[in-house]
């Protein structure tokens, strides 16, 4: 609680005692403190990156070593863009995460969507499996940020020329997004702890751990869960959504 006393007159003989309740405003501050820890570091590394790049680029260095720092500096603020994102959400979780419109959106559509955005520059190849269609009731923008995160989680986890496979499918009147990816796995102790806010599956991984809290959020905001499970040589993340009526239907 926040008290102030305030004086309503010269003498000072009255004034007024007001109380208010901060506990909200506390926490909020302390989200944004904990996310700005995580992030500083991650942060630095691709400006780092892009300015020793800058440095090559203002020598005469041949047109092939040329283009490569050009790339690499380019890869290095796509990731720094990426984590100014996360930084963003994650600070403000509460309210940016909420779903603003809750309309139809196919799941379906939405995955092959993402598979194709981000295929672009991943070395795997990313493979869909979906049921159309398999609409959800809920925010667009938030789900595909939801889903997006799954799948960059596994480039970034999942072995060079591997296959990520993404699928879409109704189970017991829910739609089911899963995101499996070839890489080592996940020890069992450390399932529960993955959607926490600052915990990344591997510490020599870059990322600033917000990735895949973000993902809980979304789904639980969308009266949904998010969850990982075991899988024949790598891992499985899944996000569950209540299916609209109309799309009900065996599993």
Known sequence: MEISVAFIDPDAHDYVISARDITEQRRLEALREEVLSLASHDLR????VVRGYLDILDTPIPDTQRQKAVGGARRATER????????LYATRADRVLAPQVLRPVDLSALAHSV???LQIGALQTI????????VVLGDSDRLEQAITNLVG???KHGPAEGVISVGVASVDGHARVTVSDEGPGIPEEQRESLFDRGVRGSSDAPGSGLGLYIVRVVAEAHNGQAFVEPDDGGTRF????PLIAENEGPS
């Open 127 to 134: 493979k869909v499996s979906a049921a159309e269609p398999m």
């Open 80 to 87: 720094l863009e990426s984590l100014l994102n996360d930084l």
């Open 115 to 117: 598979a194709a955005s």
């Open 238 to 241: 899944v996000i569950d959504l």
């Open 45 to 48: 590394s691709p400006l780092t």
């Open 153 to 155: 989680n596994a480039i």
